[in-house]
Structures are given as C-alpha cells and as structure tokens.
C-alpha cells in the first residue's frame, strides 16, 4: 500500500480516467469483427512467434480485441455488466490503482505468454530435435487463442466480489445472486478449466489472475464497511469546521479539504468528495479515491 502510494503521488497524474471504456470499446469492436470474418481475429492473438520473428507488435496490445463468445447476448450484456464492474472498482480504488490493475493484467499476461513460449519451445527442440521455424509453427499457434478477455474480466469481477460480497446481481434481471456466490461458481469455473486444460490453458489462467493474487494479498486486511453512526459523523463534521475556521483566522491556506495521502484540495478539483476516516486516530480527511484504500492510522 504504501509502495503504491508513492507510485500515485508520483505518476498519479497521467492514470486514464475511464479506463474500462476502452477495454470496452475493444472488446465489442473484437466482436463485430468476429461476426464479419472470424478468421481476421487470427491476426490479433497474442502470439510470441509472430512477435519476436515477424515484428508483429500490434498484437502485445490486439489480443484485448479478441472475444471468448461472438454471440448477441454476450454483445448486449457482457459490456454493460462490465463497465458497471470497471466504474464502481475505479471510484472504490481510485484512478491510478484501477489503471494498475487492468493495465498490470495485460502486461502480466504478455510476459507470461513470451515465457510459455520459450519453455515450450526448449522442451519441444531438446525432445524432438525439431528447429522452430515456419514448418514447425502450428505447434505455437495453440499458444495465443488461451490469452482473451475471458480471465482478465473474471479478474475483475472476483476483485469486486471480494470488496462487495454481500451485493446482489440479478441473473436475466430476475433472479438475485449475491457476488460472493457467483465469484464461488466463477471459481469452480476456473478450477475445470486448470484440470481438464492443458498447461497452456493452465499458464493462461495463472498469468491473467496474476493481477488479482497480487490485489488480493496486499488488500486482505482492508475491509469496506457500512456508513459510519450519525454521531460519528457530526464530530467529523464538528472537528472539520473548527479546522477549517482555525487555519483561515491564522491566515493559512484557503481551503476546506486536503486528502492526507494525494494532498489535493476541493480548489484542485471542486468535483472530488472529502470524508474523515472515523477509524482512524486523531482528524485525517481523505478524498473520495483514498478513503477506502488508506492504511488506518493507529496512534497507540
């Protein structure tokens, strides 16, 4: 958390707001093409060979392009179900750590790909003996078509299942499942998939939720919690009013708010909320990207 603080203070400034937008927009536009001609999606996987011996780099970014289904429901909804899970995690974890965790994904599976493909490739020439060339490239082609969207969204979703598990999502808008079931049958999803796929499918799991192990590791003490008790947030209010009159009187800085982490003000942007953490000691304010993800401060 604290690493991560200092890589926002630092780089905060150029996080792409609306981030899941484009991921959006890639992945319908994937869809659409699929419709079209299929077989123009070939051109987009994340494929090591053609990379490193053919100088296609488009495809360390297109593999975003490339679906997991080109049915109409999954056209409709999926993209929908998704921008609401990208807008709600970007306000909960703020602009810059939602841009490192769906930007990580990416890059966590380009490396893993190059990876998969240099061991294959080691273990395939000491056994057979056979030079990796172009006769010899549909032993790879196998390698790219694991890599889509599929387990970088589930990535998502299990990552806001474990902040807001006890939320509800209505299934064809009727039937209410709370997130925390769902991200249990996602998992087991995933868990077939380990066993019965082979370890390219196993490599490609692993790498696209790697992002999510890292999340869940570094956030298993933060918990987001109901709204505090309306007298806590009176002396909230109450100490923030003295605060603030105290600092004008003495001739300090105009301004009602100041985040403790980013250090932002409402003159920096009159759009951003302020709350007073009620778990901390002592009067800390925060702005609405970092009140839930501070670390609470303990004065004992």
Known sequence: MQ????????????????????????YVVGILLGMVNSSALEFLT??????????????????????????????I?????????????????G???????????????????????????????????????ETTISIFGAIGSPFSTYYLNLSLFLAFAMTFPEQRVYIYFVIPVKYKWMALLYAGFVVYDFIVGGWIVRAAIIISLLNFFIFFFMTRKMKIKG???MHKVKMANDARDVKFKTVVNNGGPNYR?????CGRTERDDPTLQFRFCTKCDGNHEYCQDHLFTHEHIRLN
């Open 227 to 229: 709204k505090p008790k």
């Open 77 to 93: 909804f999926m993209p929908l179900f998704y921008w609401f899970l990208g807008r709600t995690m970007e306000q909960v974890w």
């Open 46 to 75: 994340l494929d090591p060979y053609y990379i490193i011996y053919k100088l296609q780099l488009w495809r360390l970014i297109s593999w975003i392009f490339v679906p997991y289904s080109l049915s109409i429901l999954t056209l």
């Open 257 to 261: 708010h100041k985040c403790a982490i």
């Open 3 to 26: 690493l991560l603080n200092k890589m926002e203070r630092k780089f905060g400034k150029y996080a792409i707001p609306n981030l899941m937008i484009y991921f959006i927009g890639a």
């Open 95 to 133: 602009t810059f750590r939602f841009n490192i965790y769906m930007l990580g994904g990416v890059l966590f599976t380009d490396i893993g790909a190059f990876i998969l493909y240099f061991v294959l490739k080691a273990i395939i020439q000491a056994k057979t003996q056979i030079p990796i060339d």
